[in-house]
């Protein structure tokens, strides 16, 4: 058999056992700035989880349940109880860290660094798409040795962001 047949599968799914979905929203309501986090900061939410995890009730008998198909509803129950709690204690005890979202967006160093490539990446892309993004010529080599050049950039940038901010 070559590698490009298809081998065909069957599957039957079970809709009765699906487990049921909440209407709770999946979302972060707040931002951890985990970069901007001072060692007293990161000591504070250890000692909040620490002492919110020997709170909670840790579900062994659901967790040691041997049968991959397990439908005890009391180990479902704990279980998702149990990943509840986890979040909850971790939400809560990073509430201190939370910070808003700077909306001026300044980046220290884009203007050295990465600013000029950037706007002429921006007119290079323009002339190109102006030119109906011919797949051949001038326009397009371009449009290629700008992004590769910006991406290295960005890359150089990324990296220094990287160490600046551990040096702190």
């Known amino acids: 058999m070559s590698d ?5 599968v069957t599957t039957h799914v079970d809709l009765d ?13 707040f931002k951890i700035n985990w970069e901007s986090a001072t060692e007293a900061d990161l000591k504070s939410f250890l000692k909040l989880t620490d ?3 020997s ?10 349940c041997s049968d991959l198909n397990c439908n005890i509803l009391a180990h479902r129950i704990k279980i998702e109880t149990f990943y509840n709690d986890i979040i909850n204690i971790l939400i809560e005890s990073s509430k201190h860290l939370c910070s808003k979202v700077n909306s001026s967006r300044n980046r220290p160093g884009w203007s050295d660094y990465v600013a000029d490539i950037y706007d002429y990446s921006r007119e290079a892309r323009k002339l190109w798409l102006e030119n109906g993004k011919p797949r051949q010529g001038f326009c ?8 590769q050049d910006l991406n290295m950039l960005l890359g150089i940038y990324h990296v220094m962001r990287i160490c600046y901010v551990r040096k702190l």
């Open 4 to 8: 490009e047949d298809h081998i065909p």
């Open 17 to 29: 056992i699906l487990p049921c979905l909440s209407e709770e929203s999946n979302e972060t309501v």
């Open 51 to 53: 002492q919110r995890f």
């Open 55 to 64: 709170n909670i009730e840790l579900p062994v008998e659901a967790l040691l």
């Open 140 to 147: 397009l080599m371009n449009i290629l040795k700008v992004r």
